[in-house]
């Protein structure tokens, strides 16, 4: 980071001057009012409210809320009401996008069928008529409901369970627990489902996000930003790396396993999925909250030994690696939380979008009032200028 | 490359990352103040009208003019994956009617996503296979949607044509002249790759976190399909198709210019001088409206772009590719709605090429953004 820049300001007077990093770190992409990730501290804040004092205070809903209409929890009973009801009734799918959902192979990867519902979707919500630069608020509002009814789909197909509404009223994260287990699910499943949507649901110009940002920058149909957002979602380096915790974690059987699978790991390059993050030289602070929430849902989901396994992986990995300035991400505790709640790996990444979904469609929006098109330069380096050969080889 | 280079010095630039280098490429080098644009090291005037773009995008994937073996396997290869999996054509039988073709393309790409085989699979050497996958099956899906515009069923390829030809052949239902033939692959050629516009931005964006190729040319389609860029082709259209004849757009562009209008397919973040594909595109869009009958739209384009660049000129404001590819679609026959989507066939090679370059050692692209406090010290 440059010497002095100030990430938290009252405006910003273009042009900048900034330190230009790998993978653009320290570049001011954006300005934003949606949230605000402390780069010192790690602390994360949705519309200045701290994240830690929504954790298991509010629901995904309220927070969605929050991120969307900026307004805080408690603040507005009656917009909250309505957002609730508004959030909950789009997740009305049209059959065609059920029946184009279940013609896929069931193995397909959850995050690409629901990149293909969601891309079906935009088709039944937008015309060719619609004017794009209208407003799209109630668009922002449907996704997250319509993202969270696709998620569901797609458990009830994986499952080979016929595809089903969800109880008339019941939450989101009901709704898709309800699918995921075809069960209705626990208070405490309810819980644990929103505070991952919640800690989940914005985390700064992530790649999703910034794909989001760019396609909307093109004034892009609002169902494309996500089509695009959800491609680098899957990507083993952001939300893929999630589904990859699990596949590391699952196998190991005991405590002892566990140590000496990282330090074989470890001593051959390899790679601990959940550790490390791009923005951070600290681990995340919101993995204090879903340790504890895994160490309790393991307890009682009968799984004592996933928690164990997952701490000893946590110390061993952090003793390594801590030195080399790589710590824990919300990604190692939040894999395993979905887990315990009813998701194989390969639908980590889908649950997560669901949280997703609403810090990206604030944040877009937000973006959309004063938005340029996103176009950096590169600086050539290739061949010197030259000609073809005679007449031409076709 | 692309922002793992050494170029780790302090910038300034500005709002949509205006003016930021953000990293070195071996691929195009576009000069935005002599006009002029080379793909590895080739200028488009020397490629245009002399090579094909199954040799101009091998060119721009893999860094050298083919050899005849080379041409042959790389036709080959792409002809192989001329089929996309029946379940994605499938898809537009499962979408509205009155969704916008672009929208109904990106249903079938993502349905054909599904159906890519080895999904897990990003190592480089399995990102390198699917270029010519991604070419073909979305030329072929692309076309099934124009088709599908007229309510007609997709054609079957046809292998003695080449992929302009071919492309042409199964979105209009009919062989198309050697003329519209060379003119469509011209603006293939030249508009083949285009630096880090913003759906090439995008397309990096998405590789850089080891996702596959395929999902980074959805990406880049997006960004495309927007109004602000492959959209302004059929909006540049629309304008010149309402002006009745060279005088009406004299009048009414002097009338829109004293009012600040924004004309779409003039102005460009790089080019502030005239652009190059403009030039090599001009004369085939002037022969095909000749035979077209229609040389009257050709002097309305003519009178429209001197009375804009008489004025905004000066500024650097200048016919950008937009205003010009239009005049070559819309005599071949394609619809207006589907304008972005033989511009996204095109450039998705110039993506494919930065994303393949950028893979070995990139780094994952998060930028950050400043937080907006208005209790905090100005």
């Known amino acids: 980071m440059s010497s002095g820049f100030d990430w938290r300001a009252a405006k910003i007077d273009w042009p900048v001057t900034t330190d230009v990093g790998p993978g653009l770190a320290g570049v001011v992409a954006a300005e934003t009012r949606v949230m605000w990730l402390d780069p010192s501290s790690g602390q994360l804040a949705y519309r200045g409210v701290p994240v830690d004092s929504l954790a298991n205070r509010a629901d995904f809903e309220e927070v969605a809320h929050l991120l969307i209409a900026g307004k805080g929890p408690g603040g507005d009973s009656q917009g909250l009401a309505s957002f609730r009801r508004q959030v909950r009734s789009s997740r009305g799918l049209p059959p065609d996008v059920v029946e184009l959902i279940r013609a896929l192979d069931p193995d397909t990867h959850p995050t690409r069928m629901l990149r293909a519902g969601v891309s079906a979707v935009g088709c039944h919500e937008l015309t060719v008529d619609d004017d794009l630069s209208g407003d799209r608020q109630w668009r922002e509002l449907r996704v997250v409901g319509q993202t969270a009814a696709l998620v569901s789909a797609i458990c009830r197909h994986r499952a080979g369970r016929e595809p089903r509404d969800p109880e008339p009223g019941c939450s989101l994260a009901e709704g898709v627990l309800a699918s995921l287990n075809d069960r209705p699910p626990t208070a405490d499943e309810v819980r644990a489902l929103d505070l991952l949507w919640v800690l989940y649901a914005a985390h700064g110009l992530d790649p999703p996000t910034f794909t989001s940002m760019i396609v909307a920058s093109c004034l892009a149909d609002p169902y494309y930003n996500i089509v695009a957002g959800l491609s680098a979602l899957r990507g083993p380096k952001t939300g893929g790396a999630a589904e990859t915790v699990l596949d590391q974690l699952l196998p190991l059987r005991d405590p002892m396993e566990a140590e000496a699978w990282v330090a074989q790991t470890l001593a051959d390059g390899g790679v601990i999925a959940g550790f490390g993050h791009h923005a951070y030289r600290m681990p995340d602070p919101r993995v204090v909250v879903l340790r504890k929430e895994v160490a309790s849902m393991a307890r009682t989901h009968g799984r004592p030994e996933l928690f164990e396994v997952a701490r000893t992986v946590e110390v061993a990995a952090t003793g390594a690696l801590a030195p080399r300035g790589i710590y824990i991400n919300v990604n190692f505790y939040g894999a395993l939380l979905f887990h315990l709640l009813g998701a194989d790996p390969p639908l980590v990444p889908c649950l997560v979008a669901v949280g997703r979904m609403a810090g990206s469609a604030a944040l877009v929006r937000e973006a959309l009032d004063g938005i340029r098109l996103y176009r950096p330069l590169s600086r050539y380096v290739g061949p010197a200028e030259r000609r073809l050969s005679g007449e031409g080889t076709s | ?378």
Request: net charge negative.
């Open chain 2, 1 to 378: 490359m692309i922002g793992s280079s050494q170029i780790l010095a302090e910038q300034s630039y500005g709002r949509g990352l205006e003016g930021l280098v953000a990293g070195d490429t071996a691929i195009s080098e576009i000069d935005g103040i002599a006009g002029r644009l080379l793909y590895r090291g080739y200028p488009i005037e020397d490629l245009v009208g002399r090579v094909s773009f199954e040799e101009v995008s091998y060119l721009v994937l893999f860094g050298e003019m083919p050899d005849a073996n080379q041409l042959e396997d790389w036709s080959a290869e792409l002809l192989r994956w001329r089929h996309p999996p029946r379940t994605a054509l499938d898809a537009l039988q499962r979408v509205p009617e009155n969704a916008h073709p672009l929208a109904q393309f990106r249903t079938m790409m993502t349905v054909a996503a599904c159906l890519i085989p080895e999904p897990e699979n990003t190592e480089l050497d399995a990102q390198w296979r699917r270029p010519a996958r991604i070419l073909s099956w979305t030329a072929a899906l692309a076309a099934c949607a124009i088709r599908h515009l007229e309510g007609a069923e997709p054609l079957p390829p046809r292998d003695d044509l080449g992929y302009a030809a071919n492309f042409l052949y199964q979105a209009t239902g009919r062989t198309p002249s050697a003329d519209e033939a060379a003119a469509f692959e011209a603006s293939l050629v030249v508009q083949a790759e285009h630096g880090l516009h913003a759906a090439a931005f995008a397309a990096l964006v998405v590789i850089s976190t080891d996702a596959d190729l395929g999902s980074a040319v959805l990406a880049g389609m997006g960004a495309l399909s927007g109004a602000r860029h492959g959209g302004a082709n059929q909006l540049a259209f629309e304008m010149l198709e309402q002006l009745d004849g060279p005088d009406e757009a004299r009048a009414w562009a002097r009338d829109a210019l004293a009012r600040g209008h924004r004309f779409p397919g003039f102005g460009h973040r790089v080019y502030k001088c005239p652009d190059p594909r403009v030039r090599a595109l001009e004369p085939y869009a002037a022969a095909l409206l000749e035979v077209n009958g229609n040389k009257r739209l050709w002097r309305t384009y003519l009178a429209l772009r001197e009375e804009i660049e008489g004025t905004l000129g000066a500024k650097g404001i200048f016919a950008n590719v937009d205003s010009i590819t239009g005049l070559i679609y819309h005599p071949i026959g394609l619809p207006v709605s589907a304008f972005p989507i033989p511009f996204c066939l095109a450039i998705q090679t110039g993506w494919m090429a930065h994303c393949l370059e950028y893979l070995p050692d990139g780094k994952v692209i998060a930028p950050g953004s400043v937080y907006i406090d208005s209790e905090s010290r100005a």
